[in-house]
């Protein structure tokens, strides 16, 4: 989190478009993309986090969850390069699977009393606060790249807006 933090700040300091509202979130929600999603996604691939979360390592459907961390974190990384829509499915499938994830986590600490720490602790948060802010950068950054292409509500842009 504080490396999209830190990549979206720096860029935006050393950027020499006009540093408006849209290319501020324009650039904070590439930065978190890339990341959140894509760093995160591709360290979650690499190291297997079944055991800290209190599940059974080392069995065939831990490795489909991590080809899937794989995926979600592609998507984050290519998002560097591709926008428009790509984006908006990138946050999408980002959303689905963690939000999904904090249900699972919700159930295992209700149903199986698993208070471990990837479970019930700051992983569990952060599967809800990053796709909620996330979302909502995203609403925001077309909300406001809307407005300074001074489009209505009800126009559909010519060209991408992201």
Known sequence: MVLGLVAGAVHVHLDKQPRTKGRVAEVSLLWFLVTWVGVNGVFAFIDATAASIGWP???PFQSEVTVANLVVGVLGIL????RGNF???TVIAFSVWWL???LVHIRSIAVEAN???NNAGVTFYLDILEP???IALLVYYL?????ELGMSRT???TRQVV
């Open 155 to 157: 126009e559909r842009p």
């Open 79 to 82: 998002s560097f390069w591709m």
């Open 57 to 59: 390592a080392g069995n």
């Open 115 to 117: 208070y471990a720490p």
């Open 132 to 134: 909620l802010m996330l």
């Open 100 to 102: 999904g994830d904090s």
């Open 87 to 89: 984006w908006v499915a």
């Open 143 to 147: 909300y406001v790249k809307r407005h």
